[in-house]
């Protein structure tokens, strides 16, 4: 059953540093997105993405994140100068909408520490 | 901006016991979802549904749209069900796509 992929499966980055989180997508999904979870916390969106463009994006998205899709198979999270409060496990889910059904799959996700 | 709460936020219960976990939303959606997240962090789909009744084994899921109300159901418990059941619906109502969670509900089955 296809799934969606996520590396690494565990970072650990300094403050300051910048990371790159990657996703493989479900192949023939047109939505794809990131969400992340703080310790403790409840689930969060960050952004989404269709067409080759955000679609939307969340209060919690701003101009240290960055998200492309470089080579029509990974969809990347781009955090420029990290924080410790960045530090979550960070989701990445695709989906294929319709007007009745828009079933996300969920990657295993990445958990980023940063110190 | 959607508003999800989970009721109860933990809960436990013997092996065998029928389990009953609620989630009201605050703003009219399409489809809700219903997500299980393991100690390990990952979340599985459980059931994406959006009028009646869902069953899978010995999950149900019903979703009443007019009351924004949906429950999930565990029949015949097992500890292999302890894990934190997160309901998620639309972040910003029908027609938008990405989601919104509760707080989740942490299940722990004791034999």
């Known amino acids: 059953e296809p799934e969606v992929t996520q590396t690494p499966s565990h970072q650990v980055t300094q403050m300051g540093q910048e990371v790159i989180l990657r996703c493989v997508p479900i192949?023939?999904?047109?939505?794809f997105y990131w969400y992340r979870q703080i310790l403790g916390q409840k689930v969060e969106f960050l952004v989404s993405f269709y067409n080759n463009e955000i679609s939307e994006k969340s209060e919690i998205f701003d101009d240290q994140f960055s998200v492309e899709r470089p080579d029509g198979s990974n969809f990347t999270l781009k955090i420029r100068s990290t924080k410790l409060e960045d530090s979550a496990m960070y989701f990445c889910?695709?989906?294929?909408?319709?007007?009745?059904?828009?079933?996300?799959?969920f990657g295993p996700g990445t958990r980023l520490t940063v110190t | 901006k959607n508003e999800v709460e989970q009721s109860p936020q933990n809960l436990t219960a013997q092996e065998g016991e029928f389990i009953t976990i609620n989630c009201s939303y605050s703003v009219g959606i399409s489809a809700l979802h219903w997500l299980q997240q393991h100690p390990g962090g990952g979340i599985v789909s459980l059931f994406m549904?959006?009028?009646g009744k869902k069953k899978h084994g010995r999950l149900i899921a019903t979703i009443n749209i007019q009351e924004k109300h949906s429950s999930l159901h565990i029949t015949a418990s097992h500890p292999r069900d302890s894990a934190v059941y997160i309901c998620?619906?639309?972040?910003?109502?029908?027609?938008?796509?990405?989601?919104?969670f509760g707080k989740g509900t942490k299940l722990s089955v004791i034999p």
């Open positions: 889910a695709s989906s294929v909408p319709d007007r009745r059904t828009y079933e996300q799959y």
């Open positions: 549904l959006s009028s």
């Open positions: 192949s023939n999904h047109l939505y």
């Open positions: 998620a619906v639309p972040y910003s109502g029908a027609g938008s796509y990405q989601l919104t």
